[in-house]
Structures are given as C-alpha cells and as structure tokens.
C-alpha cells in the first residue's frame, strides 16, 4: 500500500504501534549521590528529563485523567526518588527513576535523562548526562 493511502497505517501482521508521549522537562531536585564522600556530604542539584509513552486516547476520548497519567505525580515521585536513598552512579539512579515512572499502568515505555550539572570534573564543562530507555516488560 502506498504512503498516504486509505489503510496506510492500518495494523499489520508486525503490528503499527501508535504511542502519545507526555513530556517533562527540567525537573530539579536535590540530592546526595556520588562516588566521593564530598558529594554524600553536601549533596548536589539533579536534573531530570522525562519522556513518558502511553496511549492518551481512551482519556481524551472521556476527558478522563483516570485513564493517563498524572504528571504532577509522576513529577512529585521523581523528585522523591533523587531526595531519597543515594547512590554511587547517575545509571542507577536513572534506572530507578525509570522504573518508578513505568509502576504507572497508562505508561508503557519510558525515556530518562539525568542531568547532573555539578559534578566533580576537573575540566570546564556544561553538564553530564545519562539516558535510559526501559519498556514495560
């Protein structure tokens, strides 16, 4: 069938996946993670990107927030996470940032992007960052 035609987009035998995504961006929180005990100490601000995969047509279809996720939540559990239990890595930190957003049933995939502006390098630079993507399994 050729692009742009009457079931062009119908699902094959593979399957069309059709995924909305909710964005949040900059979301700073302090916390105390880091390999060197002057980072435990004093702690430093994080910044995380998400992008979260889900089907928003059934709660627009019902202008229905029970069927999508709310995003001030997710954005309140983010923020708890990096204020909470520190860690070596900013991997597993985005690891369980990741995995909190996907407890959300509407969420099917999530994209994690951990900022940390403020870390220990002796080099001039802008920022350090580490992206994840992890599905629902």
Same mark, same amino acid.
């Given at each position: ?5 009457? $079931?062009?987009? !119908?699902?094959?035998? *593979?399957? @069309?996946?059709?995924?909305?995504? %909710?964005? =949040?961006?900059?979301?700073? &929180? ?41 995003? $001030?939540?997710? !954005?309140?559990?983010? *923020?708890? @996470?990096?204020?909470?239990?520190? %860690?070596? =890595?900013?991997?597993?930190? &985005? ?43």
């Amino acid at each position: 069938m050729a692009p742009g035609s009457p $079931g062009a987009d !119908a699902p094959t035998k *593979v399957g @069309v996946i059709r995924v909305d995504r %909710v964005a =949040l961006r900059g979301l700073k &929180a302090r916390g105390h993670h880091g390999v060197f005990p002057r980072e435990r100490e004093e702690g430093q601000t994080f910044i995380v990107d998400l992008v979260l995969h889900l089907d928003t047509r059934p709660a627009a279809a019902g202008d229905d927030l029970a069927k999508t996720v709310h995003y $001030g939540v997710v !954005a309140e559990e983010v *923020v708890d @996470v990096v204020q909470g239990e520190p %860690v070596d =890595l900013i991997e597993t930190l &985005a690891e369980r940032i990741a995995q909190q957003c996907l407890k959300h049933e509407a969420v099917a995939q999530v994209e994690v992007i951990v900022h940390k502006p403020d870390a220990p390098i002796t080099v001039p630079f802008d920022d350090v960052t580490i992206t994840i993507t992890r599905s629902r399994a």
